[in-house]
């Protein structure tokens, strides 16, 4: 058997293409409270371009203007994947879907139809002859817009295998090219699910004309090991998500299936187009655009993924990194050196090290980014990788969700026999007003929260607050990640400051913004 370097090279040339189909976009952004804004869809859009995925999920237009725009502005600047919109098998879903691609240059369709008995019974309730009716009329629909059009019965892994096949066959002779096969509740393992793919090569007769794809959520912790054995019985295409964000326990993690196919060509026989050095910047950016932070022992991208602790270890590490280490760091984008900058670095450092760390900013974006950097520089002494990236997602912020609200001034007491008190100045940006209001509560953090709420007139419930450290130091920036929820929707908002009271009001009213914004859609919507 081939060994090391050897191995690789025949895996460029010989091995089979495996398809990237990336839905971080998509059922990554269907995750509770990771909802991004059009802005920071197109930069995540423009960095799984340059990781050089197959294909992007940019959205399910139906469900939104929102979704709908920011799908038609990324088809209208991704060249060189594809991008796909779903839709169920309704004709409004697959007409917005076209209409949302329509700019693409490689436009794909990705309609969906449950078809396991138990969504058959008690969501869709069809029987099987309706299922397979509306499958088929709703890829023919698609078809009439793009020639590109990919079908998903979801919920197939729990789906009749005969039935499966017969879906399969009618939706590959109504012209899909790529059928995907969902483990929708991450209920499969890797056994059954190959079984699922080997019963549909050996049974479905036109199945040489599709590509057949899979998508697998992590339930039990499973969908990296389930796409891979997908991968050993035939299948061509994954869909996965950058740092497996998805809904409940995730999806597929790209970085975690892309690296298993590339560190073990003998096993899995195949390849990916993957530009595996970017794959830790785009981790980075969709941690920090989302606010769902990475595990520190996460496989890939994790802090602690390549970081020896133990004598044992180190020593090895010393005599040949090889003992201890299978992948080495660079290869997924791990920067060698951690650079720091600080008060006497000027915009050009600043601007390298931001195309380092996987950013694609214009220059005025620059310029916006070092007049924050300065001020930060003024407070704090180093500047660190996590300081930059937070700079970078506030601009962003600011530019896409506009601002309902404004913080003029907080001040706060607190203390051992005081009550605390907040006592908050905010500006209402669309008619210009400042108003003042103070609270009480359990600490200055309730007080100020409380008095934001009457000053705003929202109902949200605080449901999560998080705060932590951005770097190590006492003068590091303290972020604080919390969640509202209002109307059974959530929203997630971030602040960060070198004071932990401030951090967490201007998170409070970053959520409150996106709120605002999201409330003031609605109405369009209902009312245009
Ligand atoms: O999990 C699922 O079944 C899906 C489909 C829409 C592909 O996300
Ligand atoms: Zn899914």
């Not at 049974?203 to 050993?232: F, M, P, W, Y």
């Not at 001040?411 to 026999?417: D, H, L, W």
């Not at 605390?420 to 100045?425: E, F």
């Not at 949200?460 to 932590?468: D, H, K």
């Amino acid at each position: 058997m081939a060994t090391g370097d050897q191995q690789h090279i025949q895996a460029a040339t010989e091995l089979p293409m495996i398809r990237i189909f990336d839905t971080t976009l998509r059922d990554g952004e269907q995750s509770p409270g990771a909802s991004l804004n059009t802005r920071e869809k197109l930069e995540i859009a423009r960095q799984l371009e340059l990781l050089n995925v197959d294909i992007i999920e940019a959205g399910f237009p139906i469900t939104s203007n929102d979704d709908f725009e920011a799908v038609r502005q990324i088809a209208g600047v991704i060249r060189n994947c594809s991008v796909a919109a779903l839709a169920r098998t309704v004709e409004k879903d697959i007409v917005r879907a076209a209409e949302a691609v329509r700019e693409a240059a490689k436009p794909r369709i990705h309609v969906f139809c449950a078809t396991s008995k138990i969504h058959r019974e008690y969501k869709l309730k069809r029987a099987k002859e309706e299922i397979i009716k509306i499958s088929v009329e709703g890829v023919k629909l698609a078809r009439s817009f793009v020639e590109d059009v990919e079908f998903s019965p979801e919920d197939a892994s729990r789906t009749e295998l005969p039935f499966l096949s017969e879906v399969v066959e009618a939706v590959i002779e109504a012209g899909a090219g790529t059928v995907n096969i969902p483990d929708t509740v991450g209920y499969s393992t890797p056994d059954h699910f190959a079984h699922v793919i080997t019963h549909l090569f050996a049974t479905v007769k036109n199945i040489h004309r599709a590509v057949i794809s899979v998508h697998c959520h992590n339930d039990l912790g499973l969908a990296v090991a389930n796409s891979l054995a997908a991968v050993q019985a035939g299948a061509r295409q994954i869909e996965c998500t950058v740092n497996g964000l998805g809904e409940r326990a995730g999806n597929c993690s790209l970085e975690e299936v892309v690296m298993a196919i590339k560190m073990r060509p003998d096993v899995f026989k195949a390849q990916t187009r993957i530009n595996t050095k970017r794959i830790y910047p785009i981790s980075r950016l969709v941690s920090s655009l989302t606010g769902i932070h990475v595990q520190r022992n996460k496989a890939i991208v994790g802090e602690n993924a390549f970081a020896h602790e133990s004598g044992i270890h180190q020593h090895g590490m010393l005599s040949n990194r090889k003992t201890y280490e299978i992948m080495d760091p660079e290869d997924v984008g791990i920067p060698a050196s951690k650079l720091v900058l600080g008060k006497h670095s000027g915009r050009h450092a600043l601007r390298d090290r931001l195309i380092q760390l996987g950013f694609e900013l214009t220059e005025e974006q620059i310029d916006k980014v070092f007049e924050q950097f300065k001020a930060l520089a003024d407070r704090k002494k180093e500047i660190f990788d996590e300081d930059l990236e937070a700079l970078v997602k506030d601009m962003f912020d600011e530019a896409s969700n506009g601002r309902a609200w404004e913080l003029v001034s907080l001040q706060t007491t607190a203390g051992t026999n005081t009550v605390p008190t907040a006592t908050i100045k905010l500006r209402n940006t669309a008619t210009g007003e400042i108003i003042t209001d103070a609270a009480t509560g359990d600490g200055p953090i309730d007080a100020a929260f409380s008095c934001i709420l009457r000053m705003t007139g929202t109902d949200a419930v605080l449901r999560e607050f998080e705060l932590r450290a951005l770097t190590g130091g006492r003068d590091a920036l303290g972020e604080v990640s919390l969640e509202l929820v209002s109307r059974a929707r959530s929203f997630r908002g971030r602040g960060r400051s070198t004071d932990v009271i401030e951090a967490s009001v201007l998170a409070y009213i970053n959520a409150l913004n996106r709120l605002t914004r999201a409330t003031n859609d609605r109405q369009k919507v209902e009312n245009p």
